[in-house]
């Protein structure tokens, strides 16, 4: 995975966020560092909710714009999504330079500006834009692990989540969970969105059960 991009930006990647990537990349070995079958489901399901969204948003912090801007923009290009900067450890510093690098790919992010809140939570990460967050339908979460997935949920959105362990808070929250590495996993869903492939119920808990699954038996063979 792409460690030195995420030590190049310096602060704007919270010192947190490398500690992050190593849990990460832990899951990840025991993944095998490839896609999972899950994962492709889950890809196809999260497609198909993205395509059908009325106003879709992808939240990014410090990792996943280090990790992945361009992928980003891509896949908001591809789905019509706003990009909202929302960050745990919320710096205007840190707010601006990721903005600068979303616009360096093509993308106004939104975030700069906060004008609503996530209610229940006491965190940063509670700011948020009426026009992308406050209203989306479909909130997209990659790499996070906190409360703020529960909360869009009980706002009523749609949540979905890329995270490499399958057991963080936000994995078990959000209904669509694809456990996979975010830049191995955002080329194949940028794929899966333009495709228009459907999949027949999804269920969020049953793909958690088949990832844990899967690693357990690579584990025991
Ligand atoms: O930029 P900020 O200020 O918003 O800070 C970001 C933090 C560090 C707070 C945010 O990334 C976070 O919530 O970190 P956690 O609590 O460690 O959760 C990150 C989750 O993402 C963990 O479950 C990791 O396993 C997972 N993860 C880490 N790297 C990747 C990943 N999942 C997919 N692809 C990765 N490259």
Do not use: W
């Not at 704007?12 to 896609?35: C, N, P, Q, S």
């Not at 992308?132 to 529960?150: F, K, N, T, Y």
């Not at 694809?178 to 269920?203: K, Q, Y």
Request: net charge negative; aromatic share 2%.
């Amino acid at each position: 995975m792409a460690r030195k991009r995420l030590v190049e930006l310096g602060d704007l990647v919270a010192k947190e966020g490398l500690i992050a990537h190593g849990r990460g990349e832990a899951f990840d070995y025991l993944l095998g560092e490839a896609t999972c079958p899950p994962a492709l489901e889950a890809i196809k399901a999260a497609a198909q909710t993205i395509r059908e969204a009325k106003a879709p948003v992808i939240s990014v912090n410090g990792n996943v714009v280090a990790l992945a801007a361009e992928e980003i923009a891509d896949l908001s290009k591809m789905s019509d999504a706003k990009v909202e900067i929302n960050l745990f450890h919320r710096t205007s510093e840190r707010v601006s330079g990721l903005f600068e690098i979303m616009k360096g790919v093509g993308i106004e992010a939104l975030g700069e500006e906060v004008d609503d809140t996530i209610p229940g939570l006491s965190s940063e990460r509670a700011k948020c834009c009426s026009e992308g967050i406050g209203s989306a339908d479909v909130v997209i979460v990659p790499l996070e692990d906190g409360d703020r997935c529960q909360a869009l949920v009980d706002m009523g959105k749609t949540v979905i989540t890329i995270d490499l362990n399958p057991l963080s808070r936000t994995s078990q929250t959000a209904h669509i969970t694809i456990v996979d590495e975010l830049t191995r996993c955002l080329p194949l869903l940028i794929d899966a969105v333009r495709g228009g492939v459907d999949v027949d119920g999804f269920n969020n808990k049953e793909n958690l059960k088949e990832v844990l699954g899967f690693i357990s038996d690579r584990i025991k063979n």
